[in-house]
């Protein structure tokens, strides 16, 4: 069953920040891994710190690629974790009006 899924990813490392060249080539990961995703910027905190984090959210069945793409995210910047929210699966409208 599909589900909705929504990786935070904070920017920021041990050493500094990840850069936008860094998160670009992290992002072929994605692509590779999911035909359609939707990335956002935003803010948020880890232990106390404020830090820009990218959001991606993606309507798959396919859990174990999920898990895959957090933890190639998790190893490539040297991370403690990567935030995961698990939903319904959002709905598509097409132009032949079926919902998926």
Do not use: H
């Not at 999911?34 to 990218?54: I, N, P």
């Not at 935030?83 to 709905?91: D, H, K, V």
Request: glycine fraction near 6%; proline fraction near 2%.
């Amino acid at each position: 069953m599909k589900q909705t899924y929504q990786m935070f990813f904070g920017l920021n490392t041990p050493t500094g920040t990840i850069t936008q060249d860094a998160w670009k080539a992290f992002q072929d990961v994605i692509s590779i891994s999911f035909a359609g995703y939707t990335v956002q910027d935003c803010e948020g905190a880890w232990k106390g710190s404020q830090e820009s984090t990218k959001l991606v959210t993606v309507t798959t069945k396919y859990q174990d690629k999920v898990k895959d793409v957090c933890s190639a995210y998790i190893n490539m910047f040297n991370q403690d974790a990567v935030g995961l929210l698990i939903s319904e699966p959002m709905r598509f409208v097409t132009k032949v009006s079926e919902v998926y």
